[in-house]
């Protein structure tokens, strides 16, 4: 199994940009499906991008303004984020597994394996 810890939310501006780290342990993410999501109050969590050995996925809303990647030597995946709208408010899990990909139940309730969230606030 894998564990997977994020870091680098923040609070930055609109137009602003911000790079969301997520480093794994216990085994390599080359070998996992890697995605990000976001939550935000009151809503499912839903995802923004993916990447595995596939290549890259994301939602029509980011596309253009984000770029998921993984470093393997550091047995990483980033987010980077530009042009960051007020919109992209939210809560960023980053989550993985290998066998399919991570998502989230009809209940909510997620699976895969999940971090505990980065904060990510777009405003004035």
């Known amino acids: 199994a894998v564990h997977v810890v994020e870091s680098g939310g923040g609070s930055v501006q609109p137009g602003g940009s911000l790079k969301l780290s997520c480093v794994a342990s216990?085994?390599?993410?080359?070998?996992?499906?890697m995605m990000w999501f976001r939550q935000v109050p009151g809503q499912e969590r839903a995802k923004v991008a993916r990447?595995?050995?596939?290549?890259?996925e994301y939602i029509d809303a980011v596309k253009g303004r984000f770029t998921i990647s993984t470093d393997n030597t550091k047995n990483t995946l980033y987010l980077q984020m530009d042009n960051l709208r007020p919109d992209d408010t939210a809560m960023y899990y980053c989550a993985a597994d290998n066998w399919g990909c991570p998502g989230v139940n009809s209940d909510g309730s997620p699976y895969g394996y999940w971090g505990q969230g980065t904060q990510v606030t777009v405003a004035s």
């Open positions: 990447i595995d050995s596939a290549g890259t």
């Open positions: 216990g085994d390599t993410v080359s070998a996992y499906c």
